[in-house]
C-alpha cells in the first residue's frame, strides 16, 4: 500500500482537475457534449483530420435511433457465411439429408439404411451441390449487373481545390481537400470554397445566438433538434442564475472529415480548431464565476442543407 500511495494520490488530483475541466467545458454552445444528427451516419465515427486526429467523441445526444440496417447487416453477414453445404433453402435441404443418414446410423439402420445405399446418397449430394454452385453463380451475376456504377464525380475536393481554399487564411487554408475516404453511408459530394465561407461564418453566428440567448436567431442557423438542446441548456444556465457569454471567437484551423448526399439533403463533417473566449456571467450580479481568459477548443462541426437551401448545423462532436 505504501508503495502505491503516490499513484492513488496522483491519479486523485488529476480527477479533480479532470472534472474542472469537463465543468469548463459545459460553456459555449454545445456546453462540452456531442449533440446532433449526421443522417446515416450519425452512429459512425467521422474521419480523422490534421486538425482532429484523434476519434471523434460519439454523439451522446440526438433524435435519430440506431438504424436497423446495421442489424440486418449484421444478420445478412451472418446467413451469407454458408456452412459446409452452403446457405438457403437447397444448404439446409443438404444439411437435412446428411442428418437423415446419421439418424439412420444412430438407430441401427446404418449411415445409408434409410436412404437407398451409399450411391443413391452420394449423388444426391452431388447434385445439390451442383444446384447449389449454379444458382451462386447465377445470384452473383444478377448483383454485379444490377449494382450501380461507383459515383467518381463529386468526391471531396482535389488538392486543386484544396488551393482554391487557402484564400481563408489562418481558417480553413489549405488543409481543405485531404477529404476523407470511402465512407459508410451516402454519395460523396465536392465542398467548394463558398462552402467553407459559410462553415466558417456559422461558427461565429451560432455561438453569438447562443451568447445572446436569442433562441430565433439559432433557429435560422441550426437544424431544429440543435436549437432543442441549446433551449435545454440555456434553460439550465438561467435555473443557475447565469449566462454564458462567449466572444472574440476566431477559426484558427479547420478541415474537411466526410461531405456526402443523402436523398435531397447534403452533409458536411468539419474539424475545427477555435480561440474564443467563454465566461459564465452570473445574472443578477454581472460577475464572472468561471472562464473569462481566452482559450482554443478543437470540434466537430456537421452541417446540413437541403435542396437548394442554406447550410445549418446539425450536430456538434468533441474531438
Keep these: 500500500m505504501k508503495r502505491h500511495r503516490w499513484l492513488i494520490a496522483f491519479a486523485a488530483i488529476a480527477t479533480v482537475f479532470t472534472l474542472a475541466a469537463a465543468d469548463y467545458a459545459d460553456a459555449r454552445a454545445g456546453r462540452g457534449f456531442s449533440s446532433g444528427s449526421r443522417g446515416a451516419r450519425t452512429f459512425s ?12 467523441q460519439p454523439l451522446q445526444r440526438s433524435t435519430t435511433q440506431p438504424s436497423t440496417a446495421a442489424t440486418g447487416a449484421a444478420a445478412a453477414g451472418q446467413a451469407a457465411r454458408p456452412g ?4 438457403g433453402m437447397l444448404g439446409g435441404l443438404a444439411a437435412g439429408f446428411l ?12 449411415f445409408m439404411g434409410g436412404m437407398g445405399g451409399f450411391a443413391s446418397f452420394l449423388g444426391l449430394i452431388l447434385q445439390v451441390v451442383l444446384v447449389i454452385v449454379v444458382a451462386r453463380l447465377a445470384f452473383a451475376w444478377w448483383q454485379r449487373r444490377n449494382q450501380p456504377a461507383l459515383a467518381m464525380q463529386g ?3 482535389d488538392p486543386a481545390a484544396g488551393r482554391a481554399a487557402s484564400g481563408l487564411g489562418g481558417g480553413f487554408g489549405g488543409l481543405f481537400g485531404g477529404g476523407s475516404a470511402a465512407a459508410p453511408a451516402g454519395e460523396p459530394i465536392t465542398i467548394d470554397k463558398q462552402d467553407y465561407d459559410d462553415f466558417e461564418q456559422l461558427l461565429a453566428d451560432v455561438q453569438a445566438a ?14 431544429p433538434e440543435m436549437v432543442s438542446y441549446f433551449a435545454e441548456d440555456l434553460a439550465e444556465n438561467a435555473g443557475r442564475g447565469l449566462v454564458n457569454q462567449v466572444t472574440d471567437v476566431k477559426l484558427l484551423q479547420g478541415d474537411l472529415a466526410e461531405a456526402w448526399r443523402e436523398g435531397g ?4 463533417t468539419v474539424a475545427m480548431r477555435f480561440m474564443l473566449t467563454d465566461r459564465m456571467i452570473e445574472r443578477a450580479s454581472g460577475r464572472v464565476v468561471e472562464g473569462g481568459e481566452p482559450a482554443e477548443a478543437t470540434e466537430l462541426w456537421t452541417f446540413r442543407r437541403g435542396r437548394g ?11
Excluded at 84 to 87: A, C, I, M, S, W
Excluded at 211 to 223: F, I, M, P, Q, Y
Excluded at 265 to 268: G, M
Excluded at 309 to 319: C, Y
Design 210 to 223: 447562443y451568447s445572446a440567448e436569442d433562441l430565433n436567431a439559432l433557429r435560422s442557423k441550426v437544424t
Design 99 to 110: 442428418g437423415a443418414g446419421l439418424f439412420g446410423m444412430l438407430f441401427g439402420h446404418g
Design 309 to 319: 437551401g442554406p447550410w445549418m448545423l446539425s450536430a456538434i462532436q468533441q474531438a
Design 84 to 87: 459446409l453445404f452452403g446457405g
Design 155 to 157: 468526391t471531396s475536393p
Design 265 to 268: 439533403d447534403e452533409y458536411a
Design 45 to 56: 465515427a467521422p474521419a480523422a483530420t490534421p486538425t482532429a486526429p484523434r476519434a471523434a
